[in-house]
């Protein structure tokens, strides 16, 4: 049975290894989880690789794995389609492109008129009164 603690590590390593492609630190771990000895993590996951959830590599940094098992808490909640994400991006950053395009052309005018107020108001003025006859 896993304590909240434990199952808040596995989200944690799980999502990280989903967002950045390797797994956390040990101290990264105790941050995420607010534990800020690095041995109660390291018990931890000691817990978690005797249940099962864990593969490790004794002596070596960042040498885990998640097992199948961990991996079929989370995967229904966070499993994406990698191809509609990079479209969904590509999408965003053509929109972007345009809405700078856009903003670029707006200054432009804008500077435009302000250039010509500006031209106007130094160009003298025939202020000439006609005087009656």
């Known amino acids: 049975m896993l304590s909240d603690r434990q199952y808040a590590i596995l989200q944690f390593i799980y999502q990280y290894m989903t967002d950045l492609g390797f797994v956390p630190s ?3 771990i105790g941050r995420a989880v607010e534990i800020s000895s690095t041995s109660v993590v390291n018990y931890n996951l000691d817990r ?7 593969l490790r590599t004794p ?12 991996r079929e808490l989370f995967e229904d909640h966070y499993v994406t389609d990698v191809r509609e994400l990079r ?11 345009q809405l700078r395009r856009d903003h670029k052309s707006r200054i432009a005018t804008l500077q ?3 250039e010509r107020i500006l031209q106007e ?3 003298p003025q025939d202020t000439a009164v006609p005087y009656p006859a």
């Open 59 to 70: 002596g070596k940094a960042r040498a885990f794995a998640l097992t199948g098992l961990a």
């Open 26 to 28: 040990i101290r990264e």
């Open 112 to 114: 435009r008129k302000y």
């Open 121 to 123: 108001s130094k160009e």
């Open 48 to 54: 978690l690789t005797a249940q099962g959830y864990v």
């Open 87 to 97: 479209e969904e991006i590509r999408l965003l950053r053509r929109e972007n492109e």
